[in-house]
C-alpha cells in the first residue's frame, strides 16, 4: 500500500512505515495514493458474511502483499473479534452499535488494529533488536483515548503503554479502565490538568537523550492505521439490512475529527453503495459551515453534551479534501450535514428512549436527530438510515440522567472495571519526574 502526504504529492511511504509515523515528515496526514475497488464477488457474498471473515478481505485489498495474507488474517481476525450489531430503532432507521469492544466505544476497532500492525512492523523491519528495548507508547489522555488504546495494546508483543492522565478530572469509570489492566499498561496520574499531561508527552518527545535510550512513539488518532478499520463497520451494517433496505442507504456519522466519516468516504470508494453520508455535527460545525458555503473557517470549540465531538477544526478536513482534490460540488453529492443544538441533543435522547425504549449516548442521539429530518426531505423518501451508535450510554451516564430522569445502569463490563483495585504511580507535572520514570521503569 503506497501512501502521500496531504501536504505534499511527491512525498510518499508505504504502509508499515506510515502506521509507525503517525503524521508524515512535512507534518501532514496519510492517505492512499488509490483505493482498491472490491470484486462483484465481495459484494454478493457481504451479507453471509462474518465482521471477521469480512475484515480480512477487505483489510487485504487495503494493504496488498506488504502484509503477507498469511501473517495479515491472524492478526485481522484478533483485532476484530467483536461484532458491530445493527438494531432497529424506528421503522426506517437503524443505530450500528460500535460499542461492544473491550472500551464500549468505536475506537476499539481503530486501536486494536493499530497495535497490531505496529507490532508487526516492529519484528519486521528488525526493531525487535533495537537495544532500547521495549517501544513505549506515550499517551495522555482525558478519558476514553487512553483507554481504547490502552486496551488495543493490552498483551502485544515488544509494547509497553504509558499512559498519562490528569488526577481527579476522568470519571471513576474511565480512571478503573485506565489503572487496571496491568501486564504491559502502566497508569500515571498527573497532579495537574490534562494540558499538563500533553504538555509532559510532548516535552518528552522533543528529549534528544531519552530518546537514545527509549523507543518513544505516539498513537495518534490521525494514524493511518487507526483509520482503515473504520471503514469496516460500514460494510458490516450494509451486511445486515434486507435486500430492499440496502439498496438506498443513508449513513449518519456523528462527526468531531471526521475520522469515522473519512471512514465511510473510503469504503464507498472500495465500491460499498451508498446513497449518501450525512456528517451530523453538535454546535462545533466548521465542515457543516464549510458544506453550505465553501469557506473553511476553524473555530475555537465549545463544550457540548456530546463532548467527545467539540472540535472546531477537524484534523481529518485535509483528508476530505485530498479525496475530492477539493471538488465542493463532488463533495457535496455524496456529503450532506447538520447541526444539532444541545439542548435537541438531550431531548432526542429522553424521547428516544421513552417512545421505542432505545438508549442512546449523546454522540448518537445527535446522529439519529440529524437522521430523522433528514430522511423527511422529498430526496430521500424511501430511504434507510443507519446511524453510526459511537460509544455505550452508560459512559455519558452524568450527561444523560438528568435529560432521562432516571439512572443508567452500568453494563456488567463497566462494572468489572469499578470492582478493581487501581494501580497507578503518582507524579508531580514536573518533567523531570516522568523521565526517571520512564528510564527506571523501562521494560
Ligand atoms: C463517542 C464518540 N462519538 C463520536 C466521535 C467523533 O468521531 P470522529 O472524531 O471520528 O469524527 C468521537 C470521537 O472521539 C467519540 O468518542
Redesign the pocket.
Known sequence: MHLYSTNSHTLQTTFLHAAMQGLAGDGGLWMPTALPRLPQSFFEELPRLSMADMAVQVMQAYIGDEIPAQDLEPLVRDAFNFDAPLVRVSENIYALELFHGPTL???DFGARFMARAMSYARSVQGVQADSRGDLCVLVATSG?TGSAVAHGFWNVKGIRVVILYPQGKVSDVQEKQLTTMGGNITAIEVQGTFDDCQALVKTAFQDAELAKKIALTSANSINIARLLPQSLYYFRAVAQLSDDARKDVVFC?????????TGGLFAQRLGLPVKKFLAATNRNDTFVQYLASGEYYAKPSVETP?N??D?GN?SNFARIQALYGGNLEAMRRDIAGATISDAETLETVARVEKTSGYLM?P?TAVGYLATERFLQTPEMAGATGVVLA??HPAKFGTVIEPALGKPVTLPERLQDYVRKEKHATLLSNNYDQLKAFLLTSQG
Open positions: 466505544a468505536f475506537k476514553d456519522t456523528p462527526s468531531g475529527n471526521f475520522g469515522n466519516l456530546s467527545a465531538m472540535v477537524p449516548c454522540h459511537t460509544a
